[in-house]
């Protein structure tokens, strides 16, 4: 059973929402059992798909994976958001200093408990930058430092680079940068 990696399209939206929904039914149940995002919306997502980037996994119909990226001003209502865009103005990717325009966020990105592990994750990411490329340079995204296999993944399997390490209400993140021409 193969795989497709594709750009999400509207009739994709209520299989998405409902993984958006257990990706953030995931996050709280880890030890920290905080986030500080709000699960998408079905607005939301129809917006992503038509202004931003998602690209799904599916497999025989079903979608099984997805990640998104948005310009700033997506996220921006959000406070930790609004802290991240702060601590980009002050940031660089091997010497080309990062800003909000020559920089989108990246993520989330979910993939079903039973497709870890296969290479999606890589895929989705590489769909993702392909898609990206000529218009960001750079994707930006944070990890809870708690949450080691995103982190692994990030690090090995999506090119991603630590930018610093930073706390906000009381939970440690890493800030990452990926070159998406890589």
Not at 20 to 41: C, F, I, W
Not at 44 to 70: D, T
Not at 150 to 159: E, I, M
């Amino acid at each position: 059973m193969s795989v497709i990696i594709r750009k999400a399209i509207l009739a994709d939206v209520n299989a998405i929402v409902q993984l958006e929904r257990a990706h953030v039914n995931d996050e709280l149940t880890t030890k920290q059992g905080v986030l500080h995002a709000h699960s998408l919306t079905v607005n939301e997502v129809k917006q992503l798909i038509n202004q931003h980037w998602i690209v799904v996994a599916e497999q025989q119909g079903n979608i099984i994976g997805y990640v998104v990226a948005a310009k700033w001003a997506f996220f921006a209502s959000q406070p930790l958001y609004r802290y991240i865009i702060q601590r980009i103005k002050f940031a660089d990717c091997e010497g080309q200093a990062l800003t909000t325009t020559n920089t989108c966020q990246y993520g989330p990105i979910w993939i079903n408990r039973s497709y870890r592990g296969q290479g999606i994750f890589e895929a989705m990411v590489n769909e993702l930058k392909l898609a990206l490329k000529d218009r960001y340079p750079f994707m930006v995204t944070y990890i809870a430092v708690d949450n080691l296999r995103s982190l692994a993944a990030h690090y090995n399997k999506a090119g991603m680079h630590l930018i610093e390490h930073f706390s906000f209400e009381q939970r440690n993140y890493h800030l990452l940068v990926s070159d998406t021409h890589q």
